[in-house]
């Protein structure tokens, strides 16, 4: 118990007998003296946990350390660095980009009956620009060993449609599908560290497919009735070397289910000109290539 000065004591026992002391109550109130002998008491225990509070707040406010604030001084360059890297990488991806509009606005032309050989001709002379662009794209990665995937996002859409027009434009000139190998050589990705991603090539594949059932209805509009048996040949055994996939639910395996509804369509358009008698007798055409029957 804490010590109490005589002075103190007087003090307080001088205002108790003049509370506690009066006519009407001459015997003194024993709660009212507890509170006073208390106070001393009170005060200091309500110092001491203000006293705690206080050095607790002060604490806690203190900067963080130093092995902490090193930590995150590294978070942050390496943030500044990742998005300077992204700029790069989205400025040439938009160039890229504006090269696929291109040539997608050359191969619409031949839904029109246009002349294929000039229109390839055109297409292909984009190519080598692409090939520029995906050249500069492994250079920007190369001081960063291991993280293609880490920024293959920024560019993963703009590789698949590339990869459908390369197919549609290889498919015109010989009737076969470009293999991932022929993909990777002619936009320069033959490099371990910055290829053709398998799963790009796939959907840029399945891509390629929803032009043809446009492609079979104007080539019979024009007159060439063995057009949709060779699409429904090379449609029929592209969708029989998908299956041999197993495919998630994923993206991929919805592009995939699409190709379906694109042989569908080419199996309508085939059996309507058969039953009308428009197939010409015999294979007089032969497996020479799209570009050689028109």
């Given at each position: 118990m804490q010590y109490i000065k005589p002075a103190t004591f007087r003090n307080a026992f001088f205002t108790f007998s003049r509370s506690s002391f009066n006519l009407l109550n001459p015997n003194p109130s024993s709660s009212s003296f507890f509170i006073l002998l208390s106070l001393p008491i009170l005060k200091s225990q309500t110092f001491h946990r203000s006293h705690t509070l206080s050095s607790s707040m002060?604490?806690?406010?203190?900067?963080?350390?130093?092995?902490?604030?090193?930590?995150?001084?590294?978070?942050?360059?390496?943030?500044?660095?990742?998005?300077?890297?992204?700029?790069r990488i989205r400025s040439v991806v938009s160039e890229i980009e504006a090269t696929n509009r291109l040539i997608y606005a050359t191969l619409l032309l031949v839904h029109h009956s246009r002349s294929i050989a000039e229109l390839l001709a055109k297409a292909k002379s984009n190519i080598d620009v692409l090939k520029e662009k995906y050249k500069q794209l492994a250079e920007t990665l190369g001081g960063c060993s291991g993280q293609y995937y880490r920024y293959h996002g920024d560019w993963r859409s703009e590789t698949q449609s590339v990869v459908s027009l390369l197919t549609f434009m290889h498919w015109l000139e010989t009737g076969n599908l470009l293999e991932h190998k022929e993909a990777e050589e002619k936009l320069g990705l033959n490099n371990s560290e910055f290829g053709l991603d398998v799963e790009d090539y796939l959907v840029g594949v399945c891509f390629m497919s929803n032009e043809l059932p446009r492609y079979v209805v104007n080539q019979?509009?024009?007159?060439?009735?063995?057009?949709?048996?060779?699409?429904?040949?090379?449609?029929?055994?592209?969708?029989?070397?998908?299956?041999?996939?197993n495919l998630r639910n994923d993206f991929l395996r919805k592009k995939f289910d699409g190709m379906k509804y694109d042989l569908r369509k080419v199996e309508e358009v085939y059996y309507d000109v058969k039953i009308r008698g428009l197939t010409p007798n015999g294979d007089s055409v032969g497996d020479k290539g799209v570009e050689g029957q028109t």
């Open positions: 002060s604490d806690s406010a203190q900067p963080p350390s130093h092995s902490l604030e090193k930590q995150f001084e590294a978070f942050r360059t390496e943030l500044e660095e990742s998005g300077t890297l992204r700029e019979v509009t024009a007159g060439d009735y063995d057009c949709p048996r060779k699409v429904l040949k090379f449609l029929t055994d592209l969708h029989a070397a998908f299956r041999l996939l």
